[in-house]
């Protein structure tokens, strides 16, 4: 209820009330004991919840950036946020692998890549539309981030460890909003 977990918990419930889509939200900390194999640990479970649910379409992986200080940050304390009807609202940025690892061979299995990112764009622009600068441009990376589990996987950072919960969690209507209209679907209320 005080970190990143609660930013997908109301995500969940958002996309599975507001929007009718079927939500499984998993809690599992995949950090411990070592943060460089949280991605090895999670596949089990995404694995494991494919083969129980094989009409999973979109796998969401919600993280927080990591941020350090630089000169000319913008807002207070270094905190990145946009100001939507009054309320703070942190910055939203998606992350797609290529699969093709830091020396270019990369992985046995690579991520659909283009899916991936034709979906990370759809979203980008709608969150746009709202209020510009409310995502950042799409950061394509080397890794592959359990992304090739599913021809829709998305990895979305929600603020980052200077922003404070209630802006993160400021910014989550505006991303189910964009992740239902993406799928074509519109709000039940």
């Not at 969940?12 to 004991?33: C, D, R």
């Amino acid at each position: 209820d005080r970190n990143i977990v609660a930013v997908g918990t109301k995500l969940a419930e958002i996309l599975s009330k507001e929007y009718g889509i079927s939500v499984l939200h998993v809690t599992t900390n995949f950090e411990p004991p070592k943060l460089g194999y949280a991605y090895d640990r999670s596949i089990v479970m995404m694995e494991k919840m494919l083969k129980e649910h094989p009409t999973i379409e979109l796998f969401i992986d919600v993280h927080r950036d990591a941020w350090e200080r630089e000169e000319g940050a913008q807002n207070e304390e270094g905190r990145d946020y946009v100001v939507i009807d009054g309320e703070k609202v942190a910055r939203l940025m998606f992350v797609v692998g290529t699969g093709e690892g830091k020396t270019g061979v990369g992985f046995k299995i690579k991520p659909n890549y283009k899916q991936n990112y034709a979906l990370a764009l759809s979203i980008t622009e709608k969150l746009d539309a709202y209020q510009k600068g409310l995502v950042k441009p799409i950061r394509v990376k080397t890794a592959r981030y359990n992304q090739h589990i599913k021809g829709k996987a998305l990895l979305v950072e929600v603020g980052h460890n200077a922003n404070t919960l209630e802006e993160a969690l400021n910014a989550v209507p505006y991303l189910a909003k964009a992740i239902a209209k993406s799928a074509g679907i519109e709000s039940k209320n």
